[in-house]
């Protein structure tokens, strides 16, 4: 990383630094802590039942994770029956979508990403409450 950032052109370097500087609101940084802290606690719980236990092989830990991700944002309920409102509602928090129209489209591109792009984006868009809700009800404990 230090690599990179030595290649860049001074001009853009000046125009970095000052938000270096600036205080980060606090809530955010509880956020990202919390996304950073819930990911790490999940891929090791997956990997632990899915690779270890259960001796599944490729990324079966991570498709199951994002199963039951996408399973926890839409009550519970199979989204190949469609998504309900608090899949919309979660999904809103992308400020690009809006429409659940636009939803639709996104998740049904999402679900070309690869799975670790899938999770990241899902557990980001989720609040604190909603990830230690999640941990709180894993199938897989």
């Not at 090791?44 to 001796?55: D, R, S, V």
């Amino acid at each position: 990383m230090i690599d990179f950032i030595q290649r860049l052109p001074i001009d853009i370097v000046l125009r970095i630094i000052p938000y270096t500087y600036g205080i980060q609101d606090k809530t955010l940084l509880r956020d990202i802590a919390n996304y950073k802290e819930t990911r790490t606690l999940l891929l090791g719980l997956y990997h632990t039942f899915w690779k270890i236990q259960m001796q599944e092989e490729g990324d079966e830990d991570k498709n199951w994770l994002i199963n039951d991700i996408m399973g926890y944002a839409n009550n519970h309920k199979a989204t190949m029956y469609g998504y309900v409102d608090t899949f919309y509602n979660i999904f809103k928090r992308n400020v690009f979508l809006r429409s659940t129209n636009e939803i639709d489209k996104y998740v049904f591109n999402l679900d070309k990403k690869e799975v670790s792009s899938q999770i990241n984006i899902i557990l980001g868009l989720l609040t604190i409450e909603e990830r230690k809700d999640f941990v709180n009800t894993l199938p897989i404990m």
